[in-house]
């Protein structure tokens, strides 16, 4: 397969492609896991001023691997309905400054992190962004229909930072919320997926774990949606997670299954779309209900004994 080649005048780039360019939804989901590590490794006492560099130096790093995810991924890009419009796609915005900027970023990201929190929190934050670019992105995505659950530990790689910066460590909780938010990823994007199918075929990208069974993919969406429930248990177990914390991280998984479900019975757009559009809200609910988690703590809601 012959590559596009590149354009051989200067593409001029806006302000909003750059801030395309880093992905900002995907940022703020990746801010949003460490925040929700870093409570559930030490609810009892916040330290807002390290919290707020583990963000910091998250969304850099994340943002720079969004980059670095649209350099690699400019061919395929271009033949996809839904991405060939952004930046690098259509040519406004030079490869190269993108490629270096993004490791820029990644670079800071890392470097601030472990200089001014500690190593592991740094170490957390490099292994998303290498899970992320080299190991989902360059070479699984293209190559295995099995790509995301590999890749899903990019997005648990947050909630190790944020623990990390909390404690040093890395606590039998967090370790537990990262596997949830890893548990999360594939009916997340395998929903989209759903709904894209012909788009990716087009690309020549295998993001269904059975490309040419949409009814066998839809049923291992559900299946994945299942585990998000003992998972959250985990969370609650290892915690300490308040009692109503606890009913209402296993309650959304109960629901996330529920959303999921009639597509055990069949595939349409509508189930999937219903899937995916909810896949965002439950982790944002799991990440709020963590927030609320201290102070009912304090009120005496206390978990089990």
Do not use: Q
């Amino acid at each position: 397969m012959t590559s596009t080649p590149e354009p051989a005048t200067r593409p001029t780039s806006s302000a909003g492609d750059w801030w395309t360019l880093a992905k900002p939804g995907i940022t703020a989901l990746i801010c949003l896991v460490a925040v929700g590590g870093f409570l559930l490794a030490r609810p009892g006492s916040v330290d807002l001023v390290r919290l707020g560099l583990v963000v910091g130096f998250g969304a850099l790093a994340s943002a720079g691997s969004a980059m670095l995810n649209h350099y690699l991924e400019r061919e395929s890009d271009r033949r996809m309905r839904r991405t060939r419009s952004r930046p690098l796609a259509a040519d406004r915005v030079d490869p190269r400054a993108t490629a270096g900027v993004g490791l820029a970023l990644v670079a800071v990201g890392v470097g601030g992190a472990s200089l001014w929190l500690n190593l592991l929190t740094g170490l957390s934050i490099l292994l998303g962004a290498l899970t992320y670019v080299v190991v989902y992105t360059a070479w699984l995505k293209p190559r295995s229909s099995w790509n995301i659950v590999i890749g899903g530990f990019a997005g648990s790689a947050p909630a190790l930072a944020g623990g990390a910066a909390a404690t040093g460590t890395w606590t039998p909780g967090v370790l537990a919320f990262a596997l949830l938010v890893f548990l999360w990823t594939p009916p997340h994007f395998w929903s989209l997926a759903l709904l894209l199918k012909d788009d990716y075929a087009r690309a020549g990208l295998p993001m269904l774990p059975r490309m040419d069974d949409v009814g066998f993919s839809g049923r291992v969406v559900v299946v994945s949606a299942v585990l998000l429930v003992p998972a959250a248990v985990l969370v609650v177990w290892f915690g300490p997670v308040s009692w109503p914390v606890a009913l209402v991280l296993v309650g959304l998984g109960v629901l996330f299954v529920a959303m999921t479900l009639p597509l055990w019975r069949g595939v349409t757009p509508r189930r999937a779309r219903r899937g995916f559009l909810y896949s965002g809200p439950y982790l944002l609910g799991i990440v709020l209900a963590l927030v609320a988690n201290a102070p009912l703590l304090h009120l005496g809601f206390l978990p089990r004994m």
